[in-house]
């Protein structure tokens, strides 16, 4: 199904106090992560904090998912960063008192806000990672006071027409695999959300997303944990908000971010994997935006946070020591 597939983001938001010259390459002994819920209406946004340093608002990807499957890896830059993860409302440990036809794209926008001003952040660096970078895309365009630098990671598209260059891309990728996805996303235990029905379709899915098949299996038993966790009632909660988000965005048929890229004045670093098959997106974003440094990682594919961790971690080091 992929007029609706999950893109899996990191969808982080870097709050910025200065520049960092340099990343530590070992993570401190004792990082003590803190939670938190922060009022949003008539639900609360469930957020999570840890490590030293520049502060860090995570925004996950999906949209259907939430910010565990980001860890353990992106916690490896609590050395360097003040890391701040929430879950998106609808999604996650956000739930509560939610209903999905309540989670809109300005929603999803004000609650990047909310965690900002909970935090007492002012000027932010958003990074996100695949559909976390459109809501970071769509934040800085509307917030650009608010936002110091950009960072995007394995990003998903921006307009109609890219979006059908990864289409075609993924399709092309995963071959006779995709009978076999449409099968389970029809079945009955998959429509009711059942957890293994779900991971079932999602292994076919991130298939080709992944170049080493060792990260592969690792992210594929992180997801199915996480399906289980979640539950049929948060799985089928969080895809009515991925649905109700996909009809403000990609199925409107004139939705297009790249023209608007053109006035940012936002010091951006886009970070894609060769093996993505949506690296052809981040190579439209990052060549639409002034001054934008792209970085694509060789035998990586669109979860540079786990597969390259290391020429990740290098390249916002290089980033962040540049002149501002």
């Known amino acids: 199904m992929i007029d609706r597939f999950s893109i899996y983001s990191v969808v982080v938001a ?14 401190p002994e004792a990082s003590i992560a803190t939670e938190t819920r922060i009022p949003a209406g008539s639900t609360t946004l469930y957020s999570r904090a840890v490590g030293q340093g520049t502060p860090v608002i995570v925004l996950h990807g999906g949209p259907d998912f939430d910010h565990g499957y980001l860890l353990p890896e992106l916690d ?14 609808g999604r996650g440990k956000s739930a509560d008192n939610v209903r999905p036809q309540d989670v809109t794209l300005a929603s999803d926008l004000d609650d990047i806000d909310r965690v900002r001003r909970h935090y007492a952040l002012d000027a932010v660096v958003l990074l996100g990672h695949s559909w976390g970078a459109v809501l970071a895309v769509e934040y800085a365009l509307r917030n650009p006071t608010h936002v ?4 995007l990671m394995n990003p998903a598209p921006v307009s109609v027409s890219d979006l059908a260059a990864v289409r075609t891309a993924y399709l092309e990728r995963l071959g006779e695999a995709m009978d076999r996805q449409r099968a389970i996303v029809s079945s009955a235990a998959y429509q009711a959300g059942d957890p293994e029905a779900v991971a079932r379709r999602y292994r076919i899915h991130f298939q080709p997303s992944l170049k080493r098949p060792e990260d592969y299996e690792r992210m594929m038993a992180r997801m199915r944990a996480g399906f289980l966790s979640q539950g049929k009632d948060g799985i089928v909660m969080a895809r009515a908000v991925e649905d109700q988000l ?13 023209p608007k890229l053109a006035g940012l004045r936002i010091p951006t670093l886009v970070i894609a994997g060769e093996h993505d098959f949506m690296v052809g997106a981040a190579e439209r974003i990052s060549g639409a935006i002034p001054g934008a440094e792209l970085v694509i990682f060789k035998d990586c594919g669109h979860f540079a946070f786990l597969e390259c961790a290391g020429e990740a971690r290098n390249a916002l080091s290089r980033f962040f020591g540049r002149p501002r």
Do not use: C, K
């Open 76 to 89: 490896r830059l609590s050395d360097a960063f003040r890391l701040i993860y929430y879950d998106q409302r």
């Open 14 to 27: 870097l709050v910025i106090t200065g520049p960092v010259n340099q990343l530590r390459s070992q993570q």
């Open 246 to 258: 996909m009809r403000e965005t990609w199925e409107l048929p004139a939705y297009d971010l790249l």
């Open 148 to 151: 110091s630098h950009l960072i």
